[in-house]
């Protein structure tokens, strides 16, 4: 078992900034591939960005140059830095772990609400 806690959400401005981090309970943190994924009301959870356990990284193309991910292995913690955001930004955000090995292992967390609003 995996435990996800997701943090960093909240209410900014169109144009603004935010990095959410997501921390994870398990020491063998570096075996997981990570995601960031987001739920818009009245709309499908999308994956928005990965990055495996080797470090490759992957996004959807609407934030493409906008954000970035990372992970800290060494603090079990997976970033999402977040520059110019728009409205349509606006989801709750959702830490995902997948086992690069065993993938039937897949773990979220509760998610953090982010919203971009003037």
């Known amino acids: 078992q995996v435990q996800l806690v997701e943090s960093g959400g909240g209410l900014v401005q169109p144009g603004g900034s935010l990095t959410l981090s997501c921390a994870a309970s398990?020491?063998?943190?570096?075996?997981?591939?990570m995601g960031w994924y987001r739920q818009a009301p009245g709309k499908q959870r999308e994956m928005v960005a990965s990055?495996?356990?080797?470090?490759?990284?992957n996004y959807v193309d609407s934030v493409k140059g906008r954000f970035t991910i990372s992970r800290d292995n060494a603090k079990n913690t997976v970033y999402l830095l977040m520059n110019n955001l728009r409205a349509e930004d606006t989801a709750v955000y959702l830490c995902?772990?997948?086992?690069?090995?065993?993938?039937?292992?897949?773990?979220w967390g509760q998610g953090t609400q982010v919203t971009v609003s003037s």
């Open positions: 995902n772990a997948q086992h690069r090995a065993f993938t039937s292992l897949i773990f």
């Open positions: 398990r020491s063998t943190f570096s075996a997981y591939d």
């Open positions: 990055i495996s356990s080797g470090g490759t990284t």
